[in-house]
Every structure is written in structure tokens, then in C-alpha cells.
């Protein structure tokens, strides 16, 4: 399936075609048909496998139908963390970049008066953190009475950081009749009521977790010291990494920073990330894929599309919060039957994400301490307790689920896939 057969307008798919996108992925090509009717989604998705444009190109065809007769905000879409929020203000101004549609994104930490000063400009869609959200509606800047898309994203977090309240609140002040999606990447008891309540009659979307890594690719983590991490990656592009390698950052900063110090150490390296042009981005990853540069250093986001055929070595140089997003990155190595390594850097304050790493995928990734660089603090990868055996009818549920499945990450299909 194209985007095209998804009955997209040209705006958006040109937006997409310019950012290198071909193919959608599974809940893009089930979430977007359902959102253009008008229905109620109920999406069962995990980070990475492309749920923000699953809503966002379909309310943008939708918003820019309307006609705009009033400067209030009529979607807006809730996050729990600044990090999502931005990202997902940073792909509405991807996808929606030939539309004249206005957006911002709101969160707390930063000065509300410069927020407060664009949202006076009048927008279209919103998005934001609970908190900071009811802060602007307290002070009467911001009104939601004019809202006919409602988008709550990783409601199962939003949970687990307290936010249950400040949702039901936010809730209350939207107009009746609207359109909800609702996403989460599990449905424990609280969050199917809170669901139920939100949603009318609603679709029901749902792609596998991602939890398996490539088979062919051998994983190790390095335990190193944070401010030793450039100095450890100087040392394997010089002695193991003989071939080109991605590198993933966690943050933009971090990915120039890092390109400054290989540049400094006679190591050539480009950054890619949200704030580079889109010129640039191309350029860099063209000759990443040429062969001209060796190292291409990635934000998770700026990465999504990237398809390097016999990319032999992936560096977490940071490793992500999000398990899935581990898995994803290490596999657009070891593809189409070829091996490949991933080689992770774990500091201290980073030893939880690994463990989660561990949890999802069912393994503990061997540790290297013997290096250079070794952490003050050694440690050694936990053993996991084996997975209780399942009864028959588990067993066949297991199975049959299995045949069904037909979702796969996107770095392991064929084409590219837009985030």
C-alpha cells in the first residue's frame, strides 16, 4: 500500500515524498482510513512504529477542509513529556508544511509569556502537556471551546506520571461532540475506563510490540564513565568499527556536539537531526550511503527512513529511554540474512534504561568492562528469569496470535517508513 491509496491530499504528499517516505507503516495504513471518516480510534501502539503521523496527516486533511472562520484552536493533542510534545509539534511542521495551517506546542519549565505572546496569534492546532495546558486556560488565554480533534497519545504514561486527573480535567473543558483518538501502548484496567468514557463507538487499531531484535546481530554494551563516551567512540571507529556506522544521540545537541569532536580528532562525521535543513539532512545521509562518510550521528526522529543496505555497525552512544526505540535502532544493521553489531554505551544513570532493554527483548546483553575507558563502577549484565512454560490454551493463543501477526518494525522492511 502507498500513501496515495490512502486518499491523502497532494500537500501532504508531497510533504511526504520530500521527506523520503514511500510506504506506511501497519498503523498508519489502518489508523489514517478511519480517522478521515470521522470515527473514534482506539489505538494500541508503542513508540516507533509511526502512531504520531497515524493521526496527525489525517487531522491536517481534515483541518484544511474547514473553513477558518475563528483564530481558536481546534485540535489539540495531549503528551506526557516535553520530549513527545516537541516531537510531535516538530512532524505537524513536516507533514503540514505546504498547508496554512498554524501550530505550537506548550509545555512547562520554560516562560509562559513567550507562549502566551503566539497563542494570542491565533493557531489551529495545540499541542501540549496537561499541566502547562491548564495553567493557560486558568489564566483565560487559551480557550478550548472550538476544539473538534481531540488527540491523547501514551495515555497508559500519562497514568503512570499522575496525569490521570489533569486529564479528566482538560476533558471537561472540550466541547462534546468532537473526534477522539486515543492511544496507548497497553490497556491496564484504569485506562480501558478512562477510554470508555472518552471514546464513542470507537475503532479499535492495534499493532504487535515490537520486542524481538535481529537475530544476526551481535549486541554488547561497554560500561563507561558519561564524560569518557566520545573518547570510547574515538577508540572503536580507530580499532573494531573498520566499516560506517550510525550513531545515535539522544539529544541534537549532543549529535553536533559529538560530530565537533571527531572533527577535532581527524574523524570526519555528519549530524543529522530536527534542526538541520532538509538539504543537509539529504546530503549527509547520500553520502553516508556512498560510502563517502564513514560516520552519520542520528536523533532517533531525524533517523526514521533511513534504510542503508549492508550497514554492518550501529552506537548507541546514548542509550534511549524507550526499549522499543533500542530495538528499532539496531535493527537497520544485520538485515536481508547479513550480520551485523550493535555496540551500546551505558553509563550509571543509564543502567535502568538497560535493564528495560533487557526486560522487553528477554535477554541480558553481555557487558564489556575490559576497555580503555572503563566505568569507576563495573557491572555485569543481569540474568533474567526464564519465562514460565505456558499451558496448551496459552500456548495455542500464543500461536495463533503469531500467524496473525504481520507487523514488522519498520528498519526491517523494505522501502521507507515515516515516523
Same mark, same amino acid.
Given at each position: 500500500?502507498?500513501?496515495?491509496?490512502?486518499?491523502?491530499?497532494?500537500? #501532504?504528499?508531497?510533504?511526504?515524498?520530500?521527506?523520503?517516505?514511500? &510506504?506506511?507503516?501497519?498503523?498508519?495504513?489502518?489508523?489514517?482510513? $478511519?480517522?478521515?471518516?470521522?470515527?473514534?480510534?482506539?489505538?494500541?501502539?508503542?513508540?516507533?512504529?509511526?502512531?504520531?503521523?497515524?493521526?496527525?496527516?489525517?487531522? @491536517?486533511?481534515?483541518?484544511?477542509?474547514?473553513?477558518?472562520?475563528? /483564530?481558536?484552536? +481546534?485540535?489539540?493533542?495531549?503528551? *506526557?513529556?516535553?520530549?513527545?510534545?516537541?516531537?510531535?509539534?516538530?512532524?505537524?511542521?513536516?507533514?503540514?508544511?505546504? @498547508?496554512?495551517?498554524?501550530?505550537?506546542? $506548550?509545555?512547562?519549565?520554560?516562560?509562559? =509569556?513567550?507562549?502566551?505572546?503566539?497563542?494570542?496569534?491565533?493557531?489551529?492546532?495545540?499541542?501540549?502537556?496537561?499541566?502547562?495546558?491548564?495553567? #493557560?486556560?486558568?489564566?483565560?488565554?487559551?480557550?478550548?471551546?472550538?476544539?473538534?480533534?481531540?488527540?491523547?497519545?501514551?495515555?497508559?504514561?500519562?497514568?503512570?506520571?499522575?496525569?490521570?486527573?489533569?486529564?479528566?480535567?482538560?476533558?471537561?473543558?472540550?466541547?462534546?461532540?468532537?473526534?477522539?483518538?486515543?492511544?496507548?501502548?497497553?490497556?491496564?484496567?484504569?485506562?480501558?475506563?478512562? !477510554?470508555?468514557? #472518552?471514546?464513542?463507538?470507537?475503532?479499535?487499531?492495534?499493532?504487535?510490540?515490537?520486542?524481538?531484535? !535481529?537475530?544476526?546481530?551481535?549486541?554488547? $554494551?561497554?560500561?563507561?564513565?558519561?564524560?569518557?563516551?566520545? /573518547?570510547?567512540?574515538?577508540?572503536?571507529? +580507530?580499532?573494531?568499527?573498520?566499516?560506517?556506522?550510525?550513531?545515535?544521540?539522544?539529544?541534537?545537541?549532543?549529535?553536533?556536539?559529538?560530530?565537533?569532536?571527531?572533527?577535532?580528532?581527524?574523524?570526519?562525521?555528519?549530524?543529522?537531526?530536527?534542526? +538541520?535543513?532538509?538539504? !543537509?539532512?539529504? =546530503?549527509?545521509?547520500?553520502?553516508?550511503?556512498?560510502?563517502?562518510?564513514?560516520? #552519520?550521528?542520528?536523533?532517533?526522529?531525524?533517523?526514521?527512513?533511513?534504510?542503508?543496505?549492508?550497514?554492518?555497525? $550501529?552506537? =548507541?552512544?546514548?542509550?534511549?529511554?524507550?526499549?522499543?526505540?533500542?530495538?528499532?535502532?539496531?535493527?537497520?544493521?544485520?538485515? !536481508?540474512?547479513?550480520?551485523?553489531?550493535?555496540?551500546?554505551?551505558?553509563?550509571?544513570?543509564?543502567?535502568?534504561?538497560?535493564?528495560?532493554?533487557?526486560?522487553? &527483548?528477554?535477554?541480558?546483553?553481555?557487558?564489556? =568492562?575490559?576497555?580503555?575507558?572503563?566505568?569507576?563502577?563495573?557491572?555485569?549484565?543481569?540474568?533474567? *528469569?526464564?519465562?514460565?512454560?505456558?499451558?496448551?490454551?496459552?500456548?495455542?493463543?500464543?500461536?495463533?496470535?503469531?500467524?496473525?501477526?504481520?507487523?514488522?518494525?519498520?528498519?526491517?522492511?523494505?522501502?521507507?517508513?515515516?515516523?
Amino acid at each position: 500500500m502507498s500513501f496515495k491509496e490512502l486518499k491523502l491530499i497532494d500537500p #501532504l504528499l508531497k510533504a511526504i515524498h520530500k521527506e523520503g517516505y514511500e &510506504t506506511p507503516t501497519p498503523i498508519q495504513s489502518q489508523a489514517i482510513p $478511519v480517522v478521515l471518516s470521522g470515527r473514534d480510534l482506539l489505538g494500541c501502539a508503542q513508540t516507533g512504529t509511526g502512531k504520531s503521523a497515524a493521526f496527525i496527516l489525517p487531522i @491536517l486533511q481534515q483541518l484544511n477542509s474547514l473553513p477558518n472562520k475563528e /483564530k481558536a484552536v +481546534k485540535a489539540l493533542v495531549l503528551a *506526557p513529556t516535553r520530549e513527545l510534545a516537541i516531537q510531535i509539534n516538530e512532524s505537524i511542521a513536516t507533514y503540514g508544511q505546504l @498547508l496554512p495551517l498554524k501550530h505550537q506546542v $506548550v509545555y512547562g519549565g520554560v516562560n509562559i =509569556n513567550t507562549q502566551i505572546s503566539g497563542l494570542k496569534k491565533g493557531i489551529d492546532i495545540l499541542v501540549a502537556t496537561p499541566g502547562r495546558l491548564l495553567d #493557560l486556560v486558568g489564566q483565560r488565554v487559551l480557550t478550548l471551546r472550538a476544539v473538534s480533534h481531540f488527540v491523547l497519545d501514551e495515555a497508559d504514561r500519562m497514568l503512570d506520571m499522575g496525569f490521570i486527573h489533569d486529564i479528566k480535567k482538560v476533558v471537561a473543558l472540550l466541547p462534546i461532540k468532537r473526534q477522539t483518538l486515543f492511544f496507548s501502548a497497553t490497556m491496564p484496567p484504569e485506562i480501558t475506563k478512562l !477510554a470508555n468514557t #472518552l471514546l464513542k463507538n470507537p475503532v479499535r487499531v492495534e499493532v504487535t510490540p515490537v520486542s524481538s531484535t !535481529a537475530e544476526k546481530v551481535t549486541q554488547v $554494551v561497554y560500561a563507561v564513565d558519561k564524560a569518557n563516551k566520545p /573518547k570510547l567512540l574515538l577508540h572503536l571507529l +580507530k580499532s573494531e568499527v573498520r566499516d560506517h556506522v550510525l550513531v545515535f544521540t539522544r539529544t541534537k545537541h549532543g549529535a553536533d556536539r559529538l560530530v565537533k569532536f571527531l572533527a577535532k580528532q581527524g574523524v570526519q562525521a555528519a549530524a543529522i537531526h530536527g534542526n +538541520k535543513s532538509q538539504n !543537509a539532512r539529504q =546530503n549527509a545521509l547520500q553520502a553516508f550511503k556512498s560510502g563517502q562518510l564513514k560516520v #552519520l550521528i542520528a536523533t532517533d526522529i531525524a533517523a526514521r527512513g533511513i534504510d542503508v543496505e549492508e550497514l554492518k555497525f $550501529v552506537i =548507541n552512544f546514548d542509550l534511549p529511554n524507550e526499549p522499543e526505540t533500542y530495538v528499532h535502532r539496531i535493527g537497520r544493521t544485520g538485515r !536481508a540474512g547479513a550480520s551485523g553489531k550493535a555496540l551500546s554505551f551505558c553509563d550509571l544513570e543509564e543502567r535502568p534504561y538497560l535493564q528495560s532493554i533487557n526486560n522487553l &527483548t528477554n535477554q541480558a546483553i553481555p557487558v564489556i =568492562n575490559e576497555h580503555p575507558f572503563p566505568a569507576t563502577d563495573k557491572f555485569v549484565a543481569v540474568p533474567l *528469569p526464564k519465562r514460565p512454560l505456558q499451558n496448551k490454551s496459552e500456548k495455542a493463543s500464543t500461536n495463533k496470535n503469531r500467524k496473525k501477526r504481520r507487523f514488522r518494525p519498520a528498519s526491517a522492511q523494505k522501502g521507507n517508513r515515516i515516523g
